[in-house]
């Protein structure tokens, strides 16, 4: 059988509870008959003390304790007397008088002796207030009286345990009494009270079981109540829509999931959107170079062209620009995946730009530019990939000679910011609008009319550019020039 997370939960807090009150219940029955025999014990401590007081006075009447040892019926009579309810107004410590015995007169038969009527013994059948009190813990039966001399008069003399009152009497002790322990309780009434308390925990605890139960299923179901919608709006993500949303007010770790789910769907709609649109611009980039070859060997085919080395030469044009284009996907999708591989090594940035600027000199005064570079005269070390990073400065570069008016400067700058090298490349008129800023590391973004492909490019130059910085832990920024132009600006770690 399959159990859902709800049902888990709810199993494991009615396990912990059961297991928990359980264990109080029967933790607190045995408390509650260990208590209440202790509680029975205290008593009969006080009632052992008072008992000596009781003993201490009978000794003074007669003398001894020798009545005791053959008699049980003294030893009743004070008992009766310890049992009965202390008079208002009667200290409860001062023994109370020893009780009227009844006369006996003889029979008529002179063999047996009857009660008088003046002190007549109470009926079988009277009501509980006139019968003699009962022993509910066996107290006389487990009394033992011993004299001075050690002999014991009642009960036996070395029982284990228990408690032990001297008797006194003027400051001296007469005798001993010992009171046997209270294993346990063995009065019906005693009894039935103690169970009846266990009853009582034991239907509390029931009680409380099943309101745990029930609170348990309610709790499991209030809290996985929002994964019924994490788990339909995930099912549909899953199908492709990633338009769907989680709607979600919760603050705990749930809500934070559900957020983290719709970022997710975010991103995926986003990348979903960007590669469609990639898609159809690499369509459309590819659609051109070949539809100008295609019109271009039609031609010499039907004729109306010849061979001639200028036509050959605009199809090599054309053969060239595809190949770049496709080169420029396959290097991008490659960065993008990680399956480009780099041979890092440290290296001096000011030394590398400086070769690459000395490269690119001649280039720049061709196309009728002024180039400006400020770099540093110290070693400043990163761990890099060199041609990777030259690939990224000659990218740059490139942009600015292709896209820079003629009589425009363009200036190379390197500074520090903390543990960062700073590389700024900006150029002259035309710039880009701000907003555009942003986009222009997009695929096959182009700014039109004056960044056209007629200018020549594909359009993934500085997507590539990105995707290498970021393979050096930097980044990369487009931003307004000083001059009128472009700013791109890197930053790469320092070691």
């Not at 896209?403 to 490349?425: E, L, M, N, P």
């Not at 990105?466 to 472009?486: P, Q, T």
Request: with cysteine; glycine share 6%; aromatic share 4%.
């Amino acid at each position: 059988m399959r159990l859902t997370i709800a049902s888990k939960i709810a199993l494991a807090i009615t396990t912990v509870a059961m297991l928990s009150i359980g264990t109080m219940a029967w933790i607190t029955s045995q408390n509650l008959k260990s208590g209440f025999i202790t509680y029975l014990s205290e008593l009969e401590a006080q009632d052992l003390e008072r008992l000596s007081k009781l003993l201490a006075e009978d000794y003074r009447r007669h003398g001894s304790f020798e009545r005791f040892q053959h008699n049980r019926r003294p030893m009743r009579d004070l008992l009766d007397q310890l049992r009965e309810p202390p008079r208002p107004g009667s200290d409860r410590d001062q023994p109370p008088p020893p009780p009227m015995r009844p006369r006996l007169r003889q029979a008529t038969n002179g063999s047996e002796y009857e009660p008088t009527q003046e002190h007549p013994p109470p009926p079988p059948d009277a009501p509980p207030e006139q019968r003699p009190p009962l022993d509910p813990t066996r107290f006389g039966q487990r009394i033992s009286l011993i004299d001075r001399d050690g002999h014991a008069l009642i009960g036996p003399a070395d029982a284990p345990g228990g408690t032990i009152r001297p008797i006194m009497l003027d400051q001296q002790q007469i005798g001993t009494l010992r009171l046997a322990p209270l294993r346990q309780i063995s009065n019906a009434s005693g009894i039935d009270f103690v169970s009846l308390q266990i009853r009582h925990t034991l239907w509390l605890a029931t009680l409380l079981i099943v309101i745990s139960i029930i609170f348990s299923f309610w709790l499991a179901r209030h809290l996985l109540r929002p994964v019924a919608s994490l788990h339909r709006v995930t099912e549909r993500i899953s199908r492709g829509q990633f338009q769907a949303r989680i709607v979600s007010v919760r603050q705990d770790e749930l809500g934070d999931l559900a957020r983290h789910i719709n970022a997710m769907a975010i991103t995926l709609q986003e990348n979903e959107a960007q590669r469609s649109k990639m898609l159809a611009d690499i369509s459309h980039e590819l659609r051109t170079p070949l539809t100008v070859i295609l019109g271009e060997i039609e031609a010499l085919l039907d004729g109306i062209r010849t061979a001639t080395p200028a036509a050959l030469e605009s199809l090599h044009a054309e053969v060239l620009r595809l190949n770049k284009l496709v080169d420029d996907i396959r290097q991008l999708t490659l960065a993008d995946s990680g399956g480009l591989h780099y041979q890092r090594q440290t290296m001096d940035i000011g030394e590398l730009l400086r070769d690459i600027l000395r490269r690119y000199q001649a280039r720049i005064e061709a196309a009728g530019l002024s180039l400006r570079s400020q770099l540093p005269e110290s070693s400043l070390l990163i761990h890099g990939d060199a041609g990777r990073l030259t690939q990224v400065i000659s990218n740059l570069l490139e942009n600015s000679i292709r896209y820079t008016d003629a009589g425009g400067r363009i200036h190379c700058d390197v500074s520090t910011k903390g543990k960062f090298v700073q590389i700024s490349i900006e150029d002259s008129l035309p710039g880009v609008p701000p907003h555009a800023h942003a986009m222009l590391f997009d695929r096959l973004y182009r700014v039109d009319p004056a960044r056209s492909r007629e200018c020549g490019g594909s359009g993934l130059g500085l997507s590539i550019c990105k995707a290498l910085v970021e393979a050096h832990d930097g980044r990369i920024d487009a931003m307004s020039s000083s001059l009128g132009g472009v700013k791109i600006q890197i930053r790469l770690p320092l070691v």
